[in-house]
Protein backbone atom coordinates (compact mmCIF):
# COMPACT_ATOMS: atom_id res chain seq x y z
CA UNK A 1 0.00 0.00 0.00
CA UNK A 2 1.32 3.38 -1.16
CA UNK A 3 2.66 5.19 1.89
CA UNK A 4 -0.09 8.22 2.95
CA UNK A 5 -2.79 6.56 1.02
CA UNK A 6 -6.00 5.81 3.31
CA UNK A 7 -6.80 2.42 4.28
CA UNK A 8 -10.30 0.87 2.78
CA UNK A 9 -12.90 0.10 5.27
CA UNK A 10 -15.29 -3.03 4.53
CA UNK A 11 -17.70 -3.70 7.22
CA UNK A 12 -19.96 -6.68 7.90
CA UNK A 13 -22.95 -6.26 10.05
CA UNK A 14 -24.42 -9.52 11.33
CA UNK A 15 -24.66 -12.32 14.06
CA UNK A 16 -21.53 -14.81 15.04
CA UNK A 17 -22.50 -17.72 16.75
CA UNK A 18 -20.82 -20.75 18.51
CA UNK A 19 -20.79 -23.66 17.02
CA UNK A 20 -20.64 -26.98 18.56
CA UNK A 21 -20.11 -29.82 16.05
CA UNK A 22 -18.94 -33.43 16.12
CA UNK A 23 -20.63 -34.89 19.12
CA UNK A 24 -19.75 -38.20 18.63
CA UNK A 25 -19.39 -39.77 22.62
CA UNK A 26 -20.44 -36.48 24.11
CA UNK A 27 -17.05 -34.58 23.14
CA UNK A 28 -17.82 -31.30 20.96
CA UNK A 29 -15.86 -29.38 18.78
CA UNK A 30 -16.01 -25.13 19.56
CA UNK A 31 -15.76 -22.96 16.83
CA UNK A 32 -17.38 -19.80 15.72
CA UNK A 33 -19.80 -19.10 12.39
CA UNK A 34 -22.48 -16.83 11.02
CA UNK A 35 -23.31 -16.17 7.97
CA UNK A 36 -22.05 -12.68 7.53
CA UNK A 37 -18.78 -13.39 9.28
CA UNK A 38 -17.93 -15.94 6.73
CA UNK A 39 -18.73 -13.58 3.86
CA UNK A 40 -16.08 -11.13 5.76
CA UNK A 41 -13.61 -14.33 6.02
CA UNK A 42 -13.46 -14.96 2.59
CA UNK A 43 -13.49 -10.97 1.53
CA UNK A 44 -10.41 -10.83 4.03
CA UNK A 45 -8.88 -13.62 2.11
CA UNK A 46 -9.48 -11.81 -1.69
CA UNK A 47 -8.70 -7.96 -0.35
CA UNK A 48 -5.51 -6.65 -0.29
CA UNK A 49 -3.57 -5.21 2.98
CA UNK A 50 -5.22 -1.64 2.16
CA UNK A 51 -8.32 -2.94 2.93
CA UNK A 52 -9.41 -3.51 6.74
CA UNK A 53 -12.10 -5.68 7.25
CA UNK A 54 -14.29 -5.34 10.09
CA UNK A 55 -17.06 -7.11 12.09
CA UNK A 56 -20.02 -5.37 12.84
CA UNK A 57 -21.78 -7.40 15.94
CA UNK A 58 -22.69 -7.34 19.53
CA UNK A 59 -21.15 -10.16 22.09
CA UNK A 60 -21.37 -10.27 25.64
CA UNK A 61 -18.79 -10.41 28.52
CA UNK A 62 -18.44 -14.20 29.13
CA UNK A 63 -15.54 -15.75 28.08
CA UNK A 64 -17.19 -17.09 24.80
CA UNK A 65 -17.70 -14.14 23.62
CA UNK A 66 -14.27 -12.90 24.84
CA UNK A 67 -13.06 -16.22 22.33
CA UNK A 68 -15.04 -15.03 19.69
CA UNK A 69 -13.51 -11.86 19.52
CA UNK A 70 -10.04 -13.83 19.65
CA UNK A 71 -11.06 -15.88 16.73
CA UNK A 72 -11.86 -12.94 14.76
CA UNK A 73 -8.99 -10.93 15.44
CA UNK A 74 -6.84 -14.01 14.95
CA UNK A 75 -8.02 -13.99 11.57
CA UNK A 76 -7.90 -10.69 10.77
CA UNK A 77 -11.07 -9.25 11.01
CA UNK A 78 -11.17 -6.45 13.26
CA UNK A 79 -13.21 -6.35 16.37
CA UNK A 80 -12.64 -2.54 16.79
CA UNK A 81 -16.26 -1.95 16.38
CA UNK A 82 -18.13 -4.84 18.29
CA UNK A 83 -20.37 -4.07 21.39
CA UNK A 84 -20.09 -5.59 24.72
CA UNK A 85 -23.21 -5.63 26.56
CA UNK A 86 -22.65 -6.71 30.26
CA UNK A 87 -24.88 -9.61 31.17
CA UNK A 88 -25.68 -10.99 27.53
CA UNK A 89 -24.35 -14.12 25.73
CA UNK A 90 -23.67 -14.90 22.39
CA UNK A 91 -26.47 -17.21 20.22
CA UNK A 92 -25.26 -20.89 20.04
CA UNK A 93 -25.90 -23.60 17.50
CA UNK A 94 -25.43 -27.62 17.41
CA UNK A 95 -24.73 -29.41 14.61
CA UNK A 96 -25.79 -32.95 14.50
CA UNK A 97 -25.25 -35.49 11.71
CA UNK A 98 -28.21 -38.16 10.97
CA UNK A 99 -28.16 -40.52 7.43
CA UNK A 100 -25.64 -38.10 5.96
CA UNK A 101 -27.52 -35.13 7.11
CA UNK A 102 -26.47 -31.99 8.93
CA UNK A 103 -29.02 -30.64 11.07
CA UNK A 104 -28.58 -27.30 13.10
CA UNK A 105 -30.23 -26.38 16.38
CA UNK A 106 -30.32 -22.59 17.52
CA UNK A 107 -30.36 -21.33 20.94
CA UNK A 108 -30.52 -17.80 19.58
CA UNK A 109 -33.64 -16.17 21.12
CA UNK A 110 -31.51 -13.76 23.34
CA UNK A 111 -28.26 -13.29 21.91
CA UNK A 112 -26.20 -10.57 22.02
CA UNK A 113 -26.26 -9.65 18.38
CA UNK A 114 -30.07 -9.28 18.57
CA UNK A 115 -29.10 -5.43 20.24
CA UNK A 116 -26.16 -4.84 16.97
CA UNK A 117 -28.67 -1.81 16.00
CA UNK A 118 -29.59 -0.32 19.93
CA UNK A 119 -26.91 2.07 19.32
CA UNK A 120 -27.46 4.35 17.04
CA UNK A 121 -24.75 6.56 16.97
CA UNK A 122 -22.47 3.75 16.82
CA UNK A 123 -24.13 2.44 13.92
CA UNK A 124 -23.85 5.75 11.75
CA UNK A 125 -20.31 6.21 13.14
CA UNK A 126 -18.95 3.21 12.02
CA UNK A 127 -21.27 2.78 8.49
CA UNK A 128 -20.70 6.45 7.72
CA UNK A 129 -16.72 5.96 7.67
CA UNK A 130 -17.48 2.47 5.80
CA UNK A 131 -16.66 2.22 2.01
CA UNK A 132 -18.39 -1.27 1.50
CA UNK A 133 -20.98 -2.65 3.82
CA UNK A 134 -22.66 -6.35 3.67
CA UNK A 135 -25.26 -7.50 5.17
CA UNK A 136 -28.24 -10.41 4.94
CA UNK A 137 -31.60 -10.98 5.85
CA UNK A 138 -30.68 -12.96 8.81
CA UNK A 139 -28.74 -10.03 10.48
CA UNK A 140 -32.22 -8.19 9.63
CA UNK A 141 -34.52 -10.93 11.08
CA UNK A 142 -32.95 -10.78 13.91
CA UNK A 143 -33.30 -7.33 15.53
CA UNK A 144 -36.68 -5.85 16.53
CA UNK A 145 -38.74 -3.71 13.66
CA UNK A 146 -37.91 -0.35 14.69
CA UNK A 147 -34.18 -1.34 14.88
CA UNK A 148 -34.21 -2.73 11.60
CA UNK A 149 -35.78 0.17 10.02
CA UNK A 150 -33.41 2.34 11.48
CA UNK A 151 -30.21 0.14 10.19
CA UNK A 152 -31.74 0.19 6.79
CA UNK A 153 -32.23 4.27 6.60
CA UNK A 154 -28.76 4.12 8.05
CA UNK A 155 -27.32 2.24 4.76
CA UNK A 156 -29.30 3.80 2.46
CA UNK A 157 -27.94 7.21 3.43
CA UNK A 158 -24.29 5.36 3.27
CA UNK A 159 -25.06 4.44 -0.31
CA UNK A 160 -25.78 8.14 -0.92
CA UNK A 161 -22.70 8.64 0.03
CA UNK A 162 -21.05 6.27 -2.30
CA UNK A 163 -20.23 3.48 -0.16
CA UNK A 164 -21.04 0.26 -1.75
CA UNK A 165 -24.09 -1.91 -0.06
CA UNK A 166 -24.39 -5.54 -0.41
CA UNK A 167 -26.78 -7.72 0.49
CA UNK A 168 -27.55 -11.40 0.40
CA UNK A 169 -31.68 -12.28 1.06
CA UNK A 170 -30.61 -15.06 2.82
CA UNK A 171 -34.20 -16.57 3.46
CA UNK A 172 -34.56 -18.12 6.93
CA UNK A 173 -38.28 -18.18 7.10
CA UNK A 174 -38.05 -19.92 10.68
CA UNK A 175 -36.13 -16.42 11.81
CA UNK A 176 -39.53 -14.26 10.81
CA UNK A 177 -42.70 -13.53 12.31
CA UNK A 178 -44.37 -14.20 9.63
CA UNK A 179 -43.45 -15.04 5.62
CA UNK A 180 -45.32 -11.64 4.17
CA UNK A 181 -43.10 -9.67 6.82
CA UNK A 182 -40.40 -10.94 5.44
CA UNK A 183 -40.71 -10.55 1.71
CA UNK A 184 -41.88 -6.71 2.19
CA UNK A 185 -38.50 -6.42 4.48
CA UNK A 186 -36.06 -8.26 2.26
CA UNK A 187 -37.84 -6.16 -0.63
CA UNK A 188 -37.24 -2.84 1.16
CA UNK A 189 -33.36 -4.22 1.54
CA UNK A 190 -32.78 -5.11 -1.68
CA UNK A 191 -34.27 -1.67 -3.08
CA UNK A 192 -31.47 -0.12 -1.11
CA UNK A 193 -28.55 -2.11 -2.00
CA UNK A 194 -25.75 -1.22 -4.87
CA UNK A 195 -25.40 -5.56 -5.30
CA UNK A 196 -28.07 -8.31 -4.41
CA UNK A 197 -27.05 -11.88 -4.20
CA UNK A 198 -29.80 -13.90 -3.63
CA UNK A 199 -29.78 -17.91 -3.63
CA UNK A 200 -32.16 -19.17 -5.95
CA UNK A 201 -33.84 -22.01 -4.49
CA UNK A 202 -34.25 -20.12 -1.29
CA UNK A 203 -36.06 -16.97 -2.91
CA UNK A 204 -38.33 -19.08 -5.16
CA UNK A 205 -40.86 -20.92 -3.02
CA UNK A 206 -41.65 -17.57 -0.95
CA UNK A 207 -41.00 -14.83 -3.84
CA UNK A 208 -42.85 -17.52 -6.40
CA UNK A 209 -40.13 -16.88 -9.15
CA UNK A 210 -40.10 -19.41 -11.88
CA UNK A 211 -36.40 -18.71 -13.28
CA UNK A 212 -33.42 -16.91 -12.14
CA UNK A 213 -34.48 -14.16 -14.61
CA UNK A 214 -37.45 -13.82 -12.71
CA UNK A 215 -35.67 -13.27 -9.71
CA UNK A 216 -32.94 -10.41 -10.99
CA UNK A 217 -36.40 -8.86 -12.50
CA UNK A 218 -37.91 -8.59 -9.32
CA UNK A 219 -34.83 -7.00 -7.31
CA UNK A 220 -33.22 -4.63 -10.16
CA UNK A 221 -37.37 -3.27 -10.16
CA UNK A 222 -37.14 -2.89 -6.32
CA UNK A 223 -33.73 -0.53 -7.17
CA UNK A 224 -30.69 -2.63 -6.47
CA UNK A 225 -28.08 -1.92 -8.91
CA UNK A 226 -26.57 -4.91 -9.34
CA UNK A 227 -28.29 -8.52 -8.95
CA UNK A 228 -26.00 -12.27 -8.45
CA UNK A 229 -27.98 -15.00 -8.32
CA UNK A 230 -26.29 -18.33 -7.29
CA UNK A 231 -28.39 -21.56 -7.77
CA UNK A 232 -25.96 -24.56 -6.90
CA UNK A 233 -24.20 -26.28 -9.56
CA UNK A 234 -26.27 -24.46 -12.00
CA UNK A 235 -25.38 -21.49 -13.87
CA UNK A 236 -24.88 -18.02 -12.24
CA UNK A 237 -27.24 -15.26 -13.40
CA UNK A 238 -25.23 -11.92 -13.35
CA UNK A 239 -27.05 -8.67 -14.50
CA UNK A 240 -26.79 -5.28 -14.43
CA UNK A 241 -29.29 -4.25 -16.03
CA UNK A 242 -26.71 -3.09 -18.94
CA UNK A 243 -25.38 -6.73 -19.04
CA UNK A 244 -27.01 -10.00 -18.46
CA UNK A 245 -25.03 -13.00 -18.56
CA UNK A 246 -24.91 -17.12 -16.90
CA UNK A 247 -22.07 -18.25 -16.09
CA UNK A 248 -21.49 -22.32 -15.51
CA UNK A 249 -19.89 -22.77 -12.12
CA UNK A 250 -17.16 -25.53 -11.97
CA UNK A 251 -17.86 -28.59 -11.74
CA UNK A 252 -17.41 -30.29 -8.20
CA UNK A 253 -17.57 -34.27 -8.38
CA UNK A 254 -18.03 -34.93 -4.76
CA UNK A 255 -19.51 -32.11 -2.87
CA UNK A 256 -18.11 -32.44 1.09
CA UNK A 257 -20.11 -30.22 2.87
CA UNK A 258 -22.14 -27.24 0.87
CA UNK A 259 -22.25 -25.11 4.61
CA UNK A 260 -21.24 -21.64 3.72
CA UNK A 261 -21.01 -22.21 -0.10
CA UNK A 262 -23.17 -18.76 -1.03
CA UNK A 263 -21.65 -16.86 1.67
CA UNK A 264 -18.39 -17.83 -0.12
CA UNK A 265 -19.42 -16.81 -3.00
CA UNK A 266 -20.42 -13.59 -2.07
CA UNK A 267 -16.81 -12.80 -0.01
CA UNK A 268 -15.08 -13.49 -2.96
CA UNK A 269 -17.44 -11.64 -5.45
CA UNK A 270 -17.38 -8.52 -3.04
CA UNK A 271 -13.16 -8.63 -3.00
CA UNK A 272 -13.10 -8.74 -6.80
CA UNK A 273 -16.09 -6.08 -7.41
CA UNK A 274 -14.17 -3.54 -4.97
CA UNK A 275 -10.61 -4.66 -6.64
CA UNK A 276 -12.04 -3.33 -9.70
CA UNK A 277 -12.80 -6.33 -12.01
CA UNK A 278 -16.09 -6.84 -13.86
CA UNK A 279 -19.35 -8.34 -12.89
CA UNK A 280 -18.66 -11.27 -14.86
CA UNK A 281 -14.99 -11.96 -14.17
CA UNK A 282 -16.02 -11.20 -10.35
CA UNK A 283 -18.52 -14.25 -10.50
CA UNK A 284 -16.00 -16.71 -12.40
CA UNK A 285 -13.65 -16.21 -9.29
CA UNK A 286 -16.14 -16.45 -6.77
CA UNK A 287 -17.74 -19.82 -7.84
CA UNK A 288 -14.08 -21.11 -8.03
CA UNK A 289 -13.87 -20.00 -4.26
CA UNK A 290 -17.35 -21.71 -3.46
CA UNK A 291 -16.18 -24.85 -5.48
CA UNK A 292 -13.72 -24.99 -3.32
CA UNK A 293 -15.14 -24.28 -0.14
CA UNK A 294 -17.57 -27.74 -0.61
CA UNK A 295 -15.10 -30.16 -1.41
CA UNK A 296 -13.68 -29.33 2.49
CA UNK A 297 -15.40 -29.69 6.03
CA UNK A 298 -16.72 -26.87 7.55
CA UNK A 299 -17.76 -23.07 6.20
CA UNK A 300 -14.14 -21.96 6.69
CA UNK A 301 -11.15 -23.16 5.25
CA UNK A 302 -7.55 -21.36 5.41
CA UNK A 303 -6.28 -22.65 2.22
CA UNK A 304 -8.17 -19.82 -0.36
P1 LIG B 1 -26.23 -21.28 -0.77
O1 LIG B 1 -24.94 -21.77 -0.18
O2 LIG B 1 -26.57 -19.88 -0.41
O3 LIG B 1 -27.39 -22.26 -0.58
P2 LIG B 1 -25.82 -22.23 -3.50
O4 LIG B 1 -26.19 -23.61 -3.11
O5 LIG B 1 -26.47 -21.68 -4.72
O6 LIG B 1 -26.01 -21.16 -2.36
O7 LIG B 1 -24.24 -22.22 -3.72
C1 LIG B 1 -23.51 -21.03 -3.89
C2 LIG B 1 -22.45 -21.23 -4.96
O8 LIG B 1 -21.62 -22.35 -4.60
C3 LIG B 1 -23.00 -21.56 -6.34
O9 LIG B 1 -23.30 -20.40 -7.08
C4 LIG B 1 -21.83 -22.32 -6.94
O10 LIG B 1 -20.86 -21.39 -7.40
C5 LIG B 1 -21.27 -23.08 -5.74
N1 LIG B 1 -21.89 -24.41 -5.65
C6 LIG B 1 -22.86 -24.83 -4.80
N2 LIG B 1 -23.16 -26.14 -5.00
C7 LIG B 1 -22.36 -26.57 -5.99
C8 LIG B 1 -22.16 -27.82 -6.67
N3 LIG B 1 -22.85 -28.92 -6.35
N4 LIG B 1 -21.23 -27.87 -7.64
C9 LIG B 1 -20.50 -26.79 -7.98
N5 LIG B 1 -20.62 -25.57 -7.40
C10 LIG B 1 -21.55 -25.46 -6.42
Not at 252 to 276: E, I, M, P, S, W
Request: proline share 4%.
Amino acid sequence: MPTGARRLNFLSIGECMVELSGGGEGLFRMGFAGDTLNTAWYARARLGDNWDVAYFTAVGDDRYSRAMMEFLDGNGISTRLVQVIPGKRPGLYIIHQEAGDRHFTYWRDNSAARLLADDAEHLLNATSKADAIYFSGITLAILKSARREELLAVLEGARQKGALVAFDPNIRPALWPDVSAMRQVITEAASISSIVLPTFNDDAPFFGDRSPEQTVSRYLAAGAGEVVVKNGPNPVHVSTGHISVFLSVEEVDQVVDATGAGDAFNGAYLAARLRGEEPETAARAASRMAAKVIRHQGALISDT
